[in-house]
């Protein structure tokens, strides 16, 4: 079955920083665009970023340019999403997620990450 | 910034049918695709390129799409139908706000 697995989520302070990481299996992950999505607790769902196959074209959401990095492994068949000056706004589960045309079609079971003092 | 208009809440009675309206500037240029998420799940793709159904999704589930707006029909709606949908712009990966779908 084909599978994705988020770890990284923690309790992190304002201003600091955490890695998310995404472990992919049982299809060809160099032949997707992989995605990051979130939804804050009792919310809807917030897409995030993504990133071309070969890791050549990234795109992010206004509210994380700048702070947010997404990148891949192909080799080690992993995504990953880089986040610093977390802010409170930023708590929410994320969602590794595989993309084909017209849609999402496989999301992992999510990581949660908590921004409080 | 470019936002999806979902009603909040819907709801139907057993084996009806109901609809759920997702609309936005621009839409029409757009594919749209649904979602479906029930508590404590991850979303579940349930319509992609605006009116095509994955693989495994029954056929109560259809979608079209006139002007700028789509629309996510689900017919002869179960209980287990209840959860909360979501469309999403696919070009902008912007989501509408979600609707929660009550069968009562």
């Known amino acids: 079955e084909v599978q994705l697995v988020e770890s990284g989520g923690d309790l992190v302070q304002p201003g600091g920083s955490l890695r998310l990481s995404c472990a992919a299996s049982?299809?060809?992950?160099?032949?997707?665009?992989m995605n990051w999505v979130r939804q804050a607790p009792g919310k809807g769902l917030e897409w995030v970023a993504n990133i071309k196959n070969d890791g050549s074209d990234k795109h992010y959401v206004d509210s994380v340019r700048g702070r947010f990095t997404i990148s891949r492994d192909n080799a080690k068949n992993s995504l990953y999403l880089q986040m610093n000056s977390l802010r409170a706004e930023d708590t929410a589960v994320y969602y590794c997620a595989r993309e084909v045309s017209g849609g999402i079609d496989i999301w992992g079971q999510g990581t949660m990450v908590t921004v409080s003092s | 910034s470019y936002e999806l208009t979902q009603p909040p809440s819907v709801s139907v009675s057993p084996g009806q049918t109901v609809s759920i309206t997702c609309s936005g500037p621009k839409l029409g240029d757009n594919y749209a695709c649904w979602y479906q998420q029930k508590p404590g799940q991850s979303p579940v793709l349930i319509i992609y390129?605006?009116?095509k159904r994955p693989s495994g999704i029954p056929e109560q589930f259809s979608g079209s799409k006139s002007g700028n707006t789509a629309t996510l029909t689900i017919s002869g709606t179960q209980v287990m139908d209840e959860a909360d949908y979501y469309c999403?712009?696919?070009?902008?990966?912007?989501f509408g706000g979600g609707t929660k779908l009550t069968v009562l």
């Open positions: 390129q605006d009116d």
């Open positions: 049982r299809f060809t992950f160099n032949g997707y665009w």
């Open positions: 999403q712009a696919w070009a902008t990966k912007v």
